[in-house]
């Protein structure tokens, strides 16, 4: 799992490897200094000898400067190396995504994936950095330290040998404890990215329904929760400050209090006993980053776990190994098709579903909401596979084909479209990238939004802002079947893509396709009869089967939903119908 991860490190490994180099450079000139001022002390100060002390004064700036050069290069490399490794990371995931079907988007939700790509990350890139400056920097610094005060007097450094064993065992508790609460508190990030992304993106709505009240209390609920995990987290981290403070000045207290005795007795020199005490800082200040060290790891195991979780991902949707370019014709067949979303599921949601659409033919779909009639378009362009049986579309079965072909020419104009920022150009050549500006002003004629774009100041140059909400829901309804229609399609599709256009538009924009594009295989859902009424046959969808297949008339013979439905349309004054004015 963590291999996966390193290769994308890739162009900064060299970055990679220079910075504990650079640590470890720094360390060296840090345990040099203290015996260089040993030398000082023993040597000049008491020996009265004013040269040797500029001489190793003047080392000493050396071992401080090249010091400092490993340190800044230590931090410059392990900087360029972490951030390097996430945003490689990042795009990796990115276009990862970008594989996924719909359905593997479902089970991660996209709150999750964008916790994944963001928070994740840069947590991961924190580890990263720390375990390039410290993983080898720290135990280098604490065994050089140790050696180093040993050399000098075996029976004073002692102290430290116990001072390690005694704040190591004690961190290590610490640390264990405080790990489980940040290790909680990340899946937590994803309620709380969940409850922003709901609530910005719909900022509208929730304004339209005074909901922002409640919005407010369920962020601050998941807000609430984090602050608390990480308040607990950190009453445990707190104590190592203290504790790595007793630890010091007591081995301080006992180095100064043994060694003075030595030195009176002549065992131990002054400056000796100056570095003994330089050491011991050294040496406990290492423990204490390397516990760090292992609290950033444990973090971010959690995160390693949800980021190789995105990339292990399989789209269930593949590619076949020789996959068809071209649809032949319009025709669409379902064979005994049962579906469900989930794949464990009993209950189908489309249930034994046989159709038979000929090239061309118009057919309208209606039905209750939840009958399952986005679930069966959708199967169409493959946005989902079947859970058994087969969906032909020109004549061959729709896993057969080269996926962006089919897409491409099957055109779905999706329930909830939407459009991006940029202009409406921009927007219809979506549709089709190297369409002509003729061509999209064509496509825009046949779904009747010719007129107003022109009525707006900048015409087809209009600026559309994000999510399109600058333009009203016939007309973002209208742009879309426009950009769909820009890709030539054999088979349309449009998921209740009217509904927001009055009945005289939609009955023009209908009256169009019939007569431009009349080989065009068109599969219109409308909740409105009127808009499905003149369409060559109807389907009838209730609970997830085919309730009723035929012409208006035939439906209104024979099928009592459909002509409840009508009856009920109708006498309310919808539409201006001889009936309703009787
Ligand atoms: N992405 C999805 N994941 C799980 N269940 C879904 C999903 N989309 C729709 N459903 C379920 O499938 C059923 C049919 O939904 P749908 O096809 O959208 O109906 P309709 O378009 O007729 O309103 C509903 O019960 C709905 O809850
Ligand atoms: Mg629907």
Not at 84 to 97: D, K, P, S, V, W
Not at 238 to 251: E, G, R, S
Not at 366 to 393: C, F, H, M, P, Q
Request: one cysteine or more; hydrophobic letters at 45%.
């Amino acid at each position: 799992m963590v291999r996966t991860l390193l290769k994308e490190v890739k162009e900064y490994k060299w970055a990679s490897i220079a910075t504990p180099l650079f640590m470890l450079l720094e360390v060296v000139m840090e345990m040099l200094i203290p015996l260089l001022m040993a030398s000082i002390i023993d040597d000049g100060v008491n020996a009265g000898d004013i040269g040797h002390i500029y001489k190793v004064g003047g080392l000493m700036l050396v071992a401080a400067a090249i010091g400092l050069i490993g340190g800044l290069g230590g931090a410059r490399y392990g900087a360029k190396a972490s951030a390097g490794f996430a945003r490689n990371l990042r795009e990796t995931m990115f276009n990862h995504i970008q594989t996924f079907s719909f359905a593997n988007i479902d089970k991660f939700s996209t709150a999750g994936l964008v916790t994944r790509l963001t928070t994740d990350v840069t947590n991961l890139q924190n580890a990263y950095q720390m375990v390039l400056r410290m993983m080898m920097r720290s135990p280098a610094s604490m065994l050089c330290a140790l050696f180093m005060a040993f050399s000098i007097n075996a029976r004073l450094s002692s102290i430290y040998l116990v001072a390690v064993i005694f704040l190591g065992i004690i961190l290590f508790f610490i640390i264990r404890h405080a790990t489980r609460y940040f290790r909680m508190a990340f899946p937590k990030y994803d309620e709380l990215n969940a409850s922003i992304q709901e609530n910005v993106s719909a900022i509208r709505v929730v304004k339209a329904y005074v909901r922002e009240d409640h919005e407010t209390e369920k962020f601050k609920t998941a807000s609430q929760n984090i602050y608390h995990i990480f308040v607990k987290a950190e009453h445990n981290v707190i104590f190592n400050a203290p504790l790595m403070q007793f630890t010091v000045y007591t081995c301080i207290i006992l180095i100064s209090w043994i060694g003075a005795k030595m030195i009176v007795v002549g065992s131990l020199t002054t400056g000796e006993m100056m570095s003994l005490l330089a050491y011991c800082m050294n040496i406990l200040m290492s423990l204490m980053m390397l516990s760090m060290v292992f609290v950033m790891i444990s973090m971010s195991t959690a995160s390693i776990e949800r980021i190789s979780e995105v990339l292990n991902e399989t789209s269930d949707l593949q590619n076949p190994e020789h996959p068809l370019e071209e649809v032949a014709d319009g025709s669409i067949t379902f064979k005994h098709v049962n579906f469900s979303y989930h794949k464990d599921s009993q209950e189908y949601v489309l249930k034994d579903i046989n159709l038979d659409i000929h090239s061309g033919e118009t057919i309208g779909i209606i039905g209750g909401t939840g009958s399952a009639k986005t679930s069966l378009v959708n199967l169409i362009s493959r946005l989902y596979d079947v859970s058994s049986g087969e969906i032909l579309v020109g004549g061959r079965d729709v896993r057969d084909y080269d996926m962006e072909a089919l897409r491409n020419q099957v055109s779905v104009v999706l329930q909830n479209n939407v459009l991006f920022s940029g202009t409406i150009y921009d927007n219809l050549r979506w549709g089709n990238k190297d369409a002509t500006d003729e061509e999209c002003q064509e496509a825009c004629r046949l779904a009747c939004a010719d007129d107003f774009i022109r009525a707006f100041p900048d015409g087809y140059n209009t600026y559309i802002e994000q999510g399109g909400s600058n333009v009203s829901g016939g007309q973002k309804q209208r742009l879309c079947i426009a950009r769909a229609l820009l890709k030539k399609p054999k088979i349309l599709i449009l998921d209740d893509s009217t509904s927001a256009v009055d009945t005289a538009t939609d009955a023009r924009i209908r009256r169009a396709f019939r007569e431009d594009i009349p080989n065009t295989t068109k599969l219109i859902i409308a909740q409105r009869i009127s808009s499905v009424q003149d369409a060559d046959r109807i389907i009838v969808m209730e609970e997830g089967e085919i309730h009723g297949f035929g012409t208006h008339e035939e439906l209104l013979a024979s099928n009592e939903i459909y002509r409840e439905v009508y009856e009920s349309q109708t006498s309310g004054g919808g539409d201006f119908d001889e009936k309703a004015g009787d």
